[in-house]
């Protein structure tokens, strides 16, 4: 090879390399956008109790993420990241639940709804959009409600099914029975039936592993709380709009049909519906979940 073409070969090669180097450097400086390092933050309750939190991102609306029973933040492991790159994204673990205290005489919803408004406050959040998964859901409301002029919507996943619903007491009973008698064996068949048959195994495993290691001295009395919380007057007293991400019918065993007329009757309610999910649609289906939670978001987020 003649010595100009060999310094052609050579300057061809430095120029690939350095093209390469940048590109490997744009893409871990865009990685780092992406994932930007989470800030933890311990609130403290009305009542001294702990309440631990992850916030990242910025924006105008604080998007605030609440776990259902018996769960934590990192049930929004997938959503996150991806909303923070609009928004300030803040994850709770709710009281008795993660990280967060368990010194708490009474536990209930109202209580949960305080948590939250200490959160929002230690913050400094000024605009803000509840997002609830399950239990959440009434958590949200009762929060909204304490908050005027700051919450700006609500927004339920498989959550706020129907305002007038109320559970026969017998089953009730039976239901927290179980739970008291064999927590663990009731949760794990719990959790199976919230899923669809074939819902990735290893999600199950995760889920339960989780919820069952939760302290059934706070789990069951929460849950009695749950099951007496008169869904209708939290809707209308929450003042805010409400929509909701919920299972279509049929997605899982447990999974419950949305009453959109009773609902509209106490708030400005809508749903959208995911397909053959069951309760848990932002671990079971993520990227679908969030396309459909960023549709719903673009009505309440200022452009």
Not at 40 to 45: D, E, H, L, P, Q
Not at 245 to 256: E, L
Request: hydrophobic share 40%.
């Amino acid at each position: 090879m003649s010595f100009p073409r060999l310094l052609l070969t050579f300057i061809l090669l430095l120029v690939w390399t350095s093209q390469a180097v940048g590109q490997e450097q744009g893409e871990a400086a865009q990685a780092g956008r992406r994932e930007s390092a989470p800030t933890k933050t311990t609130v403290r309750a009305a009542d001294g109790v702990e309440i631990v939190c992850e916030s990242r991102g910025t924006g105008d609306t604080a998007l605030v993420f609440l776990h259902g029973w018996c769960g934590d933040r990192s049930w929004w492991k997938h959503q996150a990241e991806p909303f923070a790159d609009r928004h300030r994204v803040v994850t709770v673990d709710q009281a008795g639940h993660g990280e967060s205290g368990k010194g708490r005489k009474e536990w209930t919803i109202d209580a949960f709804g305080a948590d939250v408004q200490a959160v929002v406050k230690s913050l400094g959040l000024k605009r803000v959009i509840l997002i609830g998964h399950s239990m959440g859901g009434p958590v949200s409301l009762a929060a909204a409600k304490r908050m005027p002029g700051t919450v700006v919507a609500v927004v339920g996943v498989d959550t706020l099914h129907d305002a007038e619903f109320k559970a026969p007491e017998e089953h009730v009973n039976g239901f927290l029975d179980a739970f008291e008698k064999d927590f663990k064996g009731t949760m794990r068949f719990g959790m199976k039936g919230m899923l669809p048959e074939k819902a990735d195994p290893e999600l199950l495993e995760w889920l339960s592993s989780r919820a069952e290691k939760q302290d059934p001295k706070i789990a069951v009395p929460l849950m009695r709380d749950l099951t007496r919380v008169e869904l209708a007057p939290l809707l209308k007293d929450a003042k805010v709009p409400v929509r909701c991400v919920n299972a279509a019918p049929g997605g899982a065993q447990f999974t419950m049909p949305t009453n959109v007329e009773v609902n509209r009757k106490y708030a400005d309610f809508s749903v959208v519906l995911m397909e053959g999910v069951g309760h848990f649609p932002m671990l079971e289906r993520p990227e679908e979940f969030n396309d459909k939670l960023r549709e719903v978001l673009k009505e309440f987020v200022k452009k």
